[in-house]
């Protein structure tokens, strides 16, 4: 029977565990070089809500930034969630079989956009 139990997890180094697993993964920042602290979190069953915040380290606070993510637990760890796609992702590039769209229209003095695919 104890092996049906869940393990506690609610807690804020289970969810940093999680946020470094997930940055890890993108593989895009130097995590060496950052301070990275559960500023807040919030559980509900199976999932949670958390608020990191990244400092790289030896410099200001204001220089930081902080993230919210949401979280799910994956048997005795949390994951975290991917972002839903926004209304503001990039559209996929033209291909010969997608319609090029008309070039977007640039402020009054902006360089001139190549559209053409390199």
Not at 40 to 64: H, I, M, T, W, Y
Not at 88 to 98: D, R, S
Request: charged residues 20%.
């Amino acid at each position: 029977m104890a092996g049906c139990r869940k393990a506690d997890i609610n807690n804020n180094e289970a969810v940093r565990a999680a946020v470094l697993r997930h940055v890890e993964a993108r593989g895009d920042l130097g995590l060496a070089d950052l301070d990275i602290q559960v500023v807040s979190a919030s559980f509900n069953g199976d999932s949670s809500e958390a608020e990191v915040r990244f400092l790289p380290k030896g410099q200001p606070p204001e220089s930081g930034m902080t993230m919210r993510y949401q979280l799910v637990r994956d048997g005795d760890v949390w994951k975290v969630q991917p972002k839903p796609a926004s209304g503001h992702a990039m559209p996929p590039p033209a291909t010969q079989t997608t319609p090029t769209a008309p070039a977007p229209e640039m402020p009054p003095g902006h360089p001139p956009v190549n559209s053409a695919p390199r």
